[in-house]
């Protein structure tokens, strides 16, 4: 049973637009929520995270968004850059706001076009 | 800044093989992960690591054995490959707020 959802395999947006990926989870026991990027041929790279008591963090142009009652969580970037196009994962772990043993989804590949 | 040391970039390896796939990390961290990444099916742990010589299955162990001698240190082994471990592995090691990862090795098994 899959816990992390990423419904959305892939998304094209313009430069200069928002992009906005999706991600869901079931495990009500997740408490801390992480954004990594991966180039091809290259490890993830953490981006940006949130923890179960906050509903929004924001760096630079990344924002996510957190609705626990939905269990779902967004990452916007605004303005989407074609530096941007990346496979992105969205992963959860429970345990006080810990990274340790991540679960993650299946990930998202964001193309932004010139 | 935190270095995550994967051995090989790329491997060729023929089935029943055994392999073994290196990875050091220089920011002392206890905990350490194997990871593999394949399309359509996103990160999935297979084993992990929260001290030396302790190790823990994750959700796909079966194939693979762990070994941690040293704290920097993270070995995977495949003790006789197979076609379908052919993908790329993600070592990565845990800060306090986040996962470094390697660069990745991928393999392939003929």
């Known amino acids: 049973d899959q816990q992390v959802k990423q419904n959305s395999p892939s998304l094209s947006v313009q430069e200069g637009r928002i992009s906005i990926l999706n991600c869901d989870y079931t495990?009500?026991?997740?408490?801390?929520f992480l954004w990594y990027k991966k180039y091809p041929a290259e490890g993830p790279t953490f981006l940006i995270s949130i923890s179960s008591i906050k509903d929004k963090n924001e760096d630079g142009r990344f924002t996510v968004f957190l609705n626990k009652s939905a269990k779902h969580l967004s990452l916007h970037i605004v303005p989407s850059q074609p530096g941007d196009s990346a496979v992105y994962f969205c992963?959860?772990?429970?345990?006080?706001?810990?990274?340790?043993?991540?679960?993650f989804g299946k990930g998202t590949l964001l193309t932004v076009n010139p | 800044d935190v270095k995550v040391t994967q051995s090989s970039r790329y491997l060729v390896k023929r089935t029943g093989e055994k392999v073994f796939l290196e990875c050091v990390q220089d920011?002392?961290?206890?905990?350490m992960f194997w990871y593999r990444q394949d399309p359509g099916l996103g990160l999935r742990l297979i084993y992990f690591?929260?001290?030396?010589?302790?190790?823990e299955k994750g959700d796909i162990p079966e194939g693979y054995s762990v070994s941690r001698e040293k704290k920097e240190r993270f070995s995977l082994i495949l003790e006789s490959a197979s076609t379908n471990q052919t993908s790329m592995y993600l070592c990565a090691s845990s800060g306090p707020s986040e996962l470094f990862f390697g660069e990745g090795s991928r393999l392939t098994v003929l």
């Open positions: 920011m002392d961290h206890e905990n």
């Open positions: 992963a959860a772990s429970a345990g006080g706001g810990s990274n340790y043993k991540l679960t």
């Open positions: 690591s929260y001290d030396v010589k302790m190790k």
């Open positions: 495990n009500s026991m997740f408490d801390y």
